[in-house]
């Protein structure tokens, strides 16, 4: 019932209650019960009525009333017993003893037992209406006190909730700076309870280093708007340790204002500490680290990306400046790396520049920065530089480092790397111009056989920059007869002669000159062109038997390079058929030069088509061989009748007496019974070794260099004899 009614009163409906107040009488004297009655009922109350002590008993448990009249003389029970089962009852109804017993034993007896008030029979209507007033005005105050508390209480637990439950930490500090009050998100946030940090100094709480700031924030006595807006703090945690107190803070957002308790003194308040609220921002952080990392690195390998790279540039220059220093910036491009990517997918491409990062980290001196700029290409910079020589030093370790084999998913590649060096100040003295020089001398590098290093000069020429205007040069070079055949002699060394040529193709550029095939059949094999290069040179190469042939040259092969865009063609084997016969040739004077990833790349297909050609009598030959991932087996399953040593092994036997692989690569072609040709032989000490391994053809700069038509022609008719038989 209580309850009820606080609920009640809470809700507001007091007044409701009050509107008219019901009041029992308890006489046994019918006469005063029913004048009592009627007084109150005239004067605007309720009035109900009890006949002797027991009936009263029965209707206060059954009803609730404002205020009872109550007598103390009944014949059953006794007004104290009434006052007692009230009290016992725990009701808090205001009890008026209306009693003939004016002896001070009596009304002190009743005071005792909770009556309000006290009043003498016979008594005067005004004076029992004041009184009944006055018991109900107090009431009324008490309840409406007793409200105010509650709603006070409530919402004083509400605030605490809201406090407690904020995802801020929030706190007040004491005039001194001690904790006076920190809600329970602490605990969660830092490690503490509330109650380990209550007395505590704030500055137990801030990382050493920003004390002098948490200084600043806490001091601050200001309120409102002039309040220290939100400042960025480290705040220790509790399991923190002074060796990794970075890691165990926690940074936080925090303010502080003045706090103020109102005085007497209408103009003066009194300073009673400070208090604000923290903000966890340790997401916001990892966001914006993440942000930030991912602007500036690559994701693939970790590295620094050409943003931060160049950040680290710009103060690597106002560095060497300030003390006089010199630096290197080294750009570095994967050889053949579209390669892997095309033939052995992305996935492969990958992990390849994953491998050559780490082995590229291992490389580095302190200080030294190394970055991933894009695609093939890295980046270092190395700072403090002594000459020259350390920077040669530095690269050779790196080609070095590449040159070991990599495992990647049972296989094993092989990846060189091509170098450009710039140095600060004498090569740029920007950060742009120094980039545009190294990747000048890497350009050099690259048309120098690559898997070497370059420092760049003045008189190096920038490459061909203009892809978009190359382009379309190309598209108009066939009609405008822009490209020629070089034919560079194959020797046998049995005896002694030009046993066939390679055809190599050229551009004359109207305006850049000769320009060399590394240079645009890249470009012509993205666009599309290759297809009709391919059947130029095809054309070409028959044109050139066909004359040979009328002039009663003797027959010599002509090999021809295919790319793997012409091989996808379906009329590919058709043409090549086609201009044989239209030139009257025999087959076998035609030799056709395949890279063995273009057989990888679509196994089932490509060996269709060789086999084709191979019934044909047309001969195949795998070209710089052993630099690609072809696996024996499918050299074994396939019609091919001749292997061409990669140039840069042959390069290895002069450079470092590594003739391990060609050594191998000997080895098979002849379990395999195919017809070997060495590449780019340059030396003697080449030559020798060869001979003594019995590769008998040989194609290279010792012999000759690729000629022109009419050299290569001249060539044949004088019968001109480029090695020394071997049976001689
Ligand atoms: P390749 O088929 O491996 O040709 C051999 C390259 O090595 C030629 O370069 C040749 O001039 C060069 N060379 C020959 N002997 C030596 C030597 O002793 N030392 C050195 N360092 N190099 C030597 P070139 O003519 O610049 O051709 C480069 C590549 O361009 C060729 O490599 C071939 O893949 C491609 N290519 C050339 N002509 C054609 C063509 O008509 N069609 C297609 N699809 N590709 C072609
Ligand atoms: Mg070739
Ligand atoms: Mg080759």
Not at 100 to 107: A, H, K, L, P
């Amino acid at each position: 019932m209580l309850a009820e009614l606080k609920q009640r009163i809470i809700a507001g409906e007091v007044h409701k209650v009050y509107t008219t107040p019901r009041i029992l009488v308890v006489d046994d004297e019918p006469l005063l019960r029913d004048s009592l009655r009627d007084i109150l009922q005239h004067n605007g109350y309720e009035a109900s009525v009890a006949r002797n002590g027991r009936d009263a008993l029965v209707q206060i448990a059954r009803q609730q009333f404002d205020a009872i009249l109550l007598d103390l003389y009944m014949p059953d029970v006794h007004g104290t017993e009434v006052l007692d089962f009230i009290a016992r009852r725990g009701l808090d109804t205001p009890v008026i003893v209306v009693s003939g017993d004016d002896s001070v034993d009596s009304v002190i007896d009743a005071l005792r037992g909770g009556a309000q008030d006290f009043l003498r029979k016979p008594y005067q209507a005004d004076e029992l209406l004041k009184r009944v007033g006055n018991v109900l005005q107090r009431r009324r105050l008490e309840l409406e006190n007793r409200s105010i508390l509650q709603q006070m209480e409530q919402s004083e637990k509400w605030h605490r909730f809201l406090v407690n439950s904020s995802p801020d930490f929030i706190y007040t500090l004491d005039g001194e700076g001690h904790f006076s009050f920190v809600n329970d998100r602490v605990e969660s946030l830092l490690g503490y309870t509330p109650s380990e940090l209550v007395g505590q100094h704030f500055s137990s709480l801030i990382h050493p280093d920003d004390i002098s700031r948490a200084q600043y924030v806490f001091n601050e006595r200001r309120t409102g708007k002039r309040a220290t807006r939100y400042t960025e703090l480290r705040l220790r945690c509790k399991a923190c340790r002074p060796h990794n107190l970075e890691s165990k803070s926690v940074t936080v957002e925090l303010n502080a204002i003045g706090m103020y308790e109102e005085t007497d003194n209408k103009f003066a308040s009194r300073y009673l500490g400070t208090y604000g609220v923290a903000k966890d921002l340790s997401e916001r952080k990892k966001a914006e680290e993440t942000i930030y990392y991912q602007a500036y690195h690559d994701l693939l390998t970790g590295l620094p990306n050409r943003a931060l790279y160049k950040d680290h540039l710009n103060l690597a220059i106002a560095q060497a400046r300030r003390n006089g220093e010199k630096f290197a910036v080294m750009c570095l491009d994967l050889d053949h790396f579209k390669l892997v990517n095309d033939t052995l997918g992305h996935v492969f491409g990958d992990e390849l520049l994953l491998a050559v990062g780490s082995r590229l980290r291992a490389c580095l001196r302190e200080g030294d920065t190394l970055a991933r700029m894009g695609g093939d290409e890295f980046s270092l910079l190395l700072p403090k530089l002594v000459g020259s020589d350390t920077v040669i030093g530095i690269a050779d370790k790196v080609i070095a480092a590449l040159n070991r084999p990599f495992n990647i998913g049972n296989r094993e590649l092989f990846s060189t790397v091509s170098i450009g060096v710039s140095i600060f100040p004498e090569d740029g003295e920007t950060g742009d111009s120094l980039i545009k020089h190294a990747d000048i001398a890497l350009y050099h590098a690259k048309t120098c056989g690559r898997a070497n290093c370059q420092l760049f000069h003045e008189g190096m020429s920038a490459p061909l920059s203009n892809r978009l205007s190359l382009e379309n040069d190309l598209r108009h070079a066939l009609e405008r007869d822009q490209f020629v055949t070089y034919y560079q002699p194959q020797v046998d060394l049995n005896s002694g002669q030009v046993v066939g040529f390679e055809c190599l193709m050229r551009w004359l550029h109207p305006v850049r000159g000769l320009i060399s095939p590394s240079d645009f059949i890249p470009l012509a094999e993205e666009t599309g062109l290759i297809t009709q290069l391919g059947d130029w040179m095809l054309n070409t190469a028959c044109h050139q038997l066909k004359t040979w042939k009328e002039l009663g040259l003797s027959p010599v092969r002509l090999a021809i390079n295919i790319s793997p865009r012409q091989i996808e063609q379906p009329q590919f084997v058709e043409h090549i058929h086609t201009a044989l016969n239209q030139h009257d040739l025999h087959s076998s004077l035609l030799e056709v030069e395949i890279t063995e990833n273009l057989i990888m790349k679509d196994v089932e297909h490509t060996v269709e088509k060789l086999k084709q050609l191979s019934a044909g009598g047309i001969k195949i030959a795998i070209d710089d061989f052993g630099t690609g991932y072809s696996s024996l087996t499918y050299l074994k399953k396939f019609p091919i009748h001749t292997i061409k040593i990669d140039q840069s092994f042959i390069a290895d036997i002069e450079r470092d007496g590594d003739t391990s692989i060609v050594t191998a690569i000997i080895a098979m072609a002849k379990g395999l019974k195919l017809n070997l040709i060495a590449e780019g032989v340059e030396t003697e000490n080449q030559l020798a070794f060869l001979r003594r391994m019995e590769c008998d053809e040989m194609q290279g700069y010792l012999f000759s260099e690729p000629l022109d038509a009419q050299a290569a022609t001249a060539l044949l008719t004088n019968h001109v004899s480029l090695a020394a038989s071997s049976r001689s």
